[in-house]
């Protein structure tokens, strides 16, 4: 156990931690999927200094960073779909579900090729969910 979990601990036995209660992770306001548009777009760009280089050092840490990053894309997509889009949206926007679907199978798909079309059709439906979700906010 580190020192940092021991004061922790510590304190705990000192003073009783109260329970909260909260309907998402941190306060309203922290979700943005422009985070998961960044790292898209960084997919589609790593993509492109790939085709354009012969330094094969260079190529295989451009395919371990991109792989990386859409891990990142699927992580935030994620984050919106299970803490942020409640069912209300999903009713309203019945097309929320499979752009989401399709989002993250597309974010899988760019670690398996390195066709450009293919991260940009994941910034697409990314751009598409950002709509909806843009719209929600203003509800």
């Not at 919106?80 to 579900?97: A, G, I, R, S």
């Not at 697409?124 to 709509?131: G, T, V």
């Not at 979700?133 to 203003?138: G, L, P, R, S, Y």
Request: charged content about 30%; some cysteine.
């Amino acid at each position: 156990m580190g020192i940092i979990s021991s004061l922790i601990q510590l304190s705990d036995t000192i003073r009783k931690p109260f329970e909260v209660h909260a309907h998402c992770d941190l306060p309203c306001g922290v979700y943005n999927p422009d985070q998961a548009k960044i790292e898209a777009e960084s997919v589609k760009a790593i993509m492109e200094k790939y085709e354009a280089s012969n330094d094969d050092y260079f190529r295989d840490r451009a395919i371990i960073i991109k792989e990386q990053r859409a891990e990142l894309v699927k992580h935030h997509i994620w984050v919106l779909w299970t803490d942020y889009f409640k069912p209300e949206h999903v009713e309203k926007y019945p097309q929320l579900t499979p752009l989401v679907w399709e989002a993250t199978k597309l974010a899988g798909k760019t670690k398996h090729t390195n066709d450009i079309s293919i991260a940009q059709q994941l910034l697409d439906k990314i751009e598409e969910i950002s709509k909806i979700f843009w719209e929600t906010k203003k509800a």
